[in-house]
C-alpha cells in the first residue's frame, strides 16, 4: 500500500506544477499503478478521481469483482449514468486534468455537464511518473529481460535454412510461455532476407536460404512489466557488405549506450547514433527514431528521439535501437533496453551482439 500512496504523491505534485488540484486518470494499466486495481473495462466508464486534498475516488462498475477498493468507491451498473456520478464530485469551479486515454464518449458529456469547467490534458502528470521506474519495478524488467534473453537464444539455435518465418514466430511465442510469460509484449517479428528491410515485417510463409540476414525483434510480458530486444544474424554464411553494416548498427548502438546517465538529452543519444550511420553514408537508411520507453506497455509515452530535449533521469527504462535498411536487399538492428542508475546505465540485455551465423 505505501508504494501506491508514494506514486499517487508523486502524481499530486506533478499537478501542482502544472496548476491542477484535480485529475481524471482513465488508462487502466495507471489505475493498477496508483491503486493496484486490475480491471479491464472494455467499453465501460472505469476512472480514478485524484483531489490535492486527498479523498481520491474509484469510479467503478459492479460488473468488476474488485473486494477490497484502497479507496471510497462509486460503484454503477450498465444502466447508471456514470459521467453524472463523475459530474456530482468534480469542482465544477476549478480547472480538470485529463489523461489522455479518456475516450470523448465521457469526457465530452462530462463537459456538457459541467459547462464552463475548463478541461486540460494532464497525462504528463502520470506518465512521467510512470516513466522513472522505482525498485519494485526495475527488478521486475530484470526479470522480464532476462526471460527474453533466453528466448532470443532459443530462438537462434531454433532457426534452421529452410524454415518460414511464421514457423518461427510460433516458436518464440511458445518459448514466452513456457517460461513464465503471460504474453508477448507485441507481436514478434521474424525477418528473413529482404523482409528485413521493413521494420515492422510481420512473418510470412518466406523460406529461410543461406546468406539471408535474420531480424529478431522479440519481447515478452511478464507480472505486467514488458521486454523487447532484437539481434540481427546471418544464415550459414554473411555478404561481406552485409556484415559490416550490422558491425556499423552495433557499433551505433554502443555509442549511444555508452553516454547514458541521469542529465544527457535524449536526443544527444539519438544524434550520438544517428550521426555514426550518417557519417558512413547511410544515414538516410535509419528510417525511425532511436528508441521508446517501457514499461507495462511495450511503447510507454517517451522517446528516444531528435525531437526530445528532455533529458534522462535515475530509474528511467527505454530501448536504444538504431538500424539500417535498404530496399529489397537487407536490413539490421540491435536493440537493448537499458535502465538509467545513479551515474550511468544498466543494459538489461546479455544476448552477444556481434553477428554470427546460424542455421
Not at 77 to 92: F, L, Q, R, S
Request: hydrophobic letters at 40%; one cysteine or more.
Amino acid at each position: 500500500m505505501e508504494r501506491y500512496q508514494a506514486r499517487v504523491q508523486n502524481v499530486l505534485e506533478a499537478m501542482e506544477c502544472q496548476g491542477l488540484e484535480q485529475m481524471i486518470v482513465s488508462d487502466p494499466s495507471s489505475i493498477w499503478y496508483l491503486t493496484g486495481v486490475d480491471v479491464e473495462p472494455f467499453e465501460r466508464l472505469f476512472a480514478l478521481y485524484l483531489r490535492k486534498n486527498g479523498g481520491n475516488i474509484l469510479f467503478l462498475n459492479k460488473l468488476f469483482h474488485v473486494p477490497q477498493p484502497p479507496c471510497e468507491t462509486v460503484w454503477m451498473t450498465d444502466t447508471d449514468d456514470g459521467v453524472g456520478m463523475i459530474a456530482e464530485k468534480v469542482d465544477k469551479t476549478k480547472p480538470l486534468g485529463i489523461d489522455k486515454e479518456w475516450p470523448a464518449r465521457f469526457l465530452l458529456p462530462l463537459m456538457q455537464a459541467c459547462p464552463g469547467m475548463e478541461c486540460r490534458l494532464a497525462s504528463d502528470c502520470v506518465d512521467d511518473a510512470r516513466a522513472c521506474k522505482d525498485e519494485t519495478e526495475q527488478q521486475l524488467m530484470r526479470e522480464s529481460s532476462r526471460i527474453n534473453d533466453q528466448v532470443m537464444r532459443r530462438a537462434a539455435a531454433f532457426l534452421k535454412e529452410g524454415m518460414t518465418e511464421r514457423e518461427g514466430e510460433a516458436y518464440i511465442r511458445a518459448q514466452f510461455k513456457e517460461l513464465g510469460c503471460e504474453d508477448v509484449s507485441f507481436a514478434p517479428i521474424v525477418s528473413f532476407g529482404a523482409n528485413a528491410a521493413d521494420p515492422h515485417h510481420m512473418p510470412d510463409d518466406t523460406r529461410l536460404k543461406a546468406g539471408d540476414c535474420i531480424v529478431l525483434d522479440i519481447g515478452g510480458r511478464r507480472q505486467r512489466y514488458c521486454s523487447d530486444m532484437t539481434r540481427t544474424y546471418f544464415c550459414k554464411t554473411a555478404d561481406p557488405k552485409h556484415a559490416a553494416l550490422h558491425d556499423l548498427v552495433r557499433r551505433a548502438n554502443e555509442a549511444a549506450e555508452a553516454l547514458v546517465k541521469p542529465g544527457v538529452r535524449l536526443c544527444d543519444l539519438d544524434a550520438a547514433a544517428r550521426d555514426l550511420i550518417a557519417a558512413e553514408g547511410y544515414g538516410e537508411y535509419f528510417t525511425h527514431r532511436l528508441g521508446h520507453f517501457i514499461g507495462q506497455t511495450d511503447h510507454e509515452k517517451g522517446d528516444v528521439s531528435s525531437a526530445n530535449t528532455a533529458v534522462a533521469k535515475e530509474g528511467m527504462v527505454f530501448s536504444i535501437e538504431p538500424g539500417i535498411y535498404l530496399p529489397g536487399e537487407f536490413g539490421a538492428r540491435v536493440e537493448d533496453l537499458v535502465l538509467v542508475t545513479a551515474d550511468g546505465c544498466e543494459v538489461l540485455n546479455q544476448v552477444e551482439k556481434h553477428w554470427s551465423l546460424i542455421g
